[in-house]
């Protein structure tokens, strides 16, 4: 009796607890990475969740075992989430259901802007090809967003996919968040009047753009008849772009820009300063001029703090330009590295350029200095080490590609190829005639507030290919190699950086380690493994089995 009145005490205790647990709730997250820790951003997006907001996670049923582990980081970020404000709701659901062909379901992701994946998977030596269909689609008050839980790398194995895309995923959810619970306010002027590329070649990053910010051509000539309007217009908006001009600027239309940046806002120019293009090439019997593009902006930016130069950058480290040999019908294609595209692994020094796990796409990029200025600059993108500058005029031949680079004449070191600026600006037009006569909107010497420029010395880092059809594909996929590069993340993100105004971004710079197996080691060593388990099992059960026999016959005996 004495022991049976301990249980009525215990029971109370169990309830108690259970019901202190309902009402009061807590996590820890003891993980070196904060990796289960909400960054401050995250926590501001969701508090603006007043009602239920629906994720649908379509990583369930047969996934892959190499995504076993995005599955879970998946879930368990969900649940952080959902931890932080009640409204989030989420489930996993199986995209490929009992009987359903999975050629078909993937067909019907794709024509909803969710391409599914095929991945290689090896096992036991053996090589097989499987679909994952590693999306999301978060629903709030009607309106819904598609979220990429994948990060695709050039050449990367399942493992190294699933470490970067849970790297990403925070900002992935995130942003697909913010996207849903914040109307759009900020404004893009996309500026025309300079021979800027054609619409067509820039149409896949605005067309990603346009779900988060008001997107409107601006024609920059125009300043040149009615110089107050236009310069007001221009000031209604946010940021300029600025999309690989090839005609010079006129001063008045500079003075637009310069004051458009002294009133605080933000700009972003892809400028090429030598006239050089591949078709130029094929065009003319495999032989071209490069020659300097006169766009009258050195003063310009000189005054900002940095010199595109007209010179052409070559960098052994290239991505390949591919080329027919043969008649039509029994034509033969090659790819071999052209020292005029440079291909840029970004050093991760600031949010814009990290986590970018493809290297960014340049063609026929230019050198820029830092001069010294008060504005504050941050090189976003470097060539490699072996590099050799080419000043203009120059003549390019498509023969020397199939020649043996000297090693001895690439060392030019790191060259310069995208900046940031930021801070206070001080205006180019300072101790100078203005080219507006008379103006009702007052000339600015500095900048009201710090801003932010970047400047990157290749146009063509925008310029996204099209299809048989003349359809825009997606920026940074090469349609003749089937390559993809970190062109559009690395815009995306300094377009985010310049107008956000969340900390959004600075989710990026978040490190997470992921433990991996070493696959070399379980490949070799798999039967030392598989014997040290079992042995290991095997003894634990014999000796469990001989304490056990012994404590019964001691007991019984």
């Known amino acids: 009796m004495k022991l049976n009145s301990k249980y009525p005490i215990v029971l109370a205790l169990l309830i108690v607890v259970g019901y202190l647990s309902q009402l009061y709730s807590f996590r820890i997250d003891l993980t070196a990475d904060a990796r289960y820790t909400l ?105 819904t967003v598609p979220i990429s839980l994948l990060k695709k790398t050039l050449g990367a194995s399942p493992d190294a996919l699933v470490s970067r895309s849970v790297q990403n995923l925070e900002y992935a959810f995130s942003d697909g968040f913010y996207k849903l619970l914040n109307p759009k306010s900020k404004r893009i002027a996309v500026l025309k009047g300079n021979a800027e590329l054609e619409d067509k070649y820039i149409a896949d990053f605005f067309k990603t753009l346009r779900e988060s910010y008001f997107i409107a051509p601006f024609p920059l000539d125009s300043v040149n008849g009615n110089p107050d309007q236009v310069m007001q217009a221009l000031n209604s908006f946010d940021l ?9 600027f006129t001063d008045i239309e500079k003075y637009a820009l310069d004051q458009f940046t002294m009133q605080g806002g933000k700009a972003l120019y892809l400028i090429d300063e030598v006239a050089m293009e591949t078709d130029s090439l094929y065009a003319n019997d495999g032989m071209a001029l490069a020659t300097a593009r006169t766009l009258n902006l050195n003063d310009f930016f000189f005054k900002y703090g940095v010199r595109i130069n007209p010179v052409l950058v070559e960098d052994l480290y290239a991505a390949p330009l591919v080329l027919a040999s043969g008649e039509t019908a029994n034509s033969q294609y090659t790819q071999l590295p052209w020292f005029y595209y440079p291909l840029i692994t970004a050093e991760e020094n600031h949010p814009i350029n990290t986590n970018i796990d493809n290297p960014v796409f340049l063609r026929y990029a230019n050198q820029i200095d830092l001069l010294q200025t008060e504005t504050r600059k941050t090189v976003l993108l470097k060539s490699s080490l072996l590099t050799k500058l080419n000043g203009v005029p120059v003549p390019i031949s498509l023969e020397t590609i199939t020649t043996e680079p000297e090693p001895e004449r690439y060392s030019g070191g790191a060259q310069n190829l995208a900046v940031l600026l930021e801070g206070n600006f001080t205006s180019a037009f300072e101790n100078r005639i203005l080219p507006v006569e008379s103006s009702n909107i007052l000339f600015l010497e500095k900048s009201k507030k710090e801003t932010a420029i970047v400047v990157v010395a290749d146009g063509d880092i925008i310029r996204n290919d099209l299809d048989k059809n003349g359809r825009p594909l997606e920026l940074g996929f090469d349609k003749y190699t089937f390559k993809e590069y970190g062109n559009k993340e690395f815009l995306l993100n300094t377009v985010n950086y310049l107008l956000d105004d969340t900390g959004l971004i600075n989710i990026r710079s978040k490190s997470i380690l992921l433990p991996a197996l070493d696959i070399e080691k379980t490949v070799n060593d798999r039967s030392t493994w598989q014997g040290l388990i079992l042995g290991t099992s095997l003894l634990f059960l014999v000796f469990f089995a001989a304490v056990y026999t012994y404590l019964r016959r001691r007991k019984y005996r």
Do not use: C
């Open 240 to 248: 300029v772009v600025a999309a690989k001009p090839t005609q010079a």
């Open 39 to 143: 960054s401050e951003s995250s926590e501001t997006i969701l508090a603006k969740a007043t009602e239920p907001l629906i994720i649908d996670v379509f990583l369930e049923g047969n996934v892959p075992d190499a995504f076993h582990k995005l599955q879970l980081e998946t879930r368990q970020l969900l649940e952080e989430y959902a931890s932080e404000n009640p409204n989030i709701k989420f489930a996993f659901i199986d995209p490929v259901p009992d009987g359903a062909v999975v050629e078909t379901i993937a067909q019907d992701f794709n024509n909803r802007g969710m391409r599914p994946e095929q991945v290689q998977l090896r096992n036991n030596g053996k090589v097989t090809q499987e679909f994952i269909f590693p999306w999301a689609i978060a629903s709030y008050k009607g309106k």
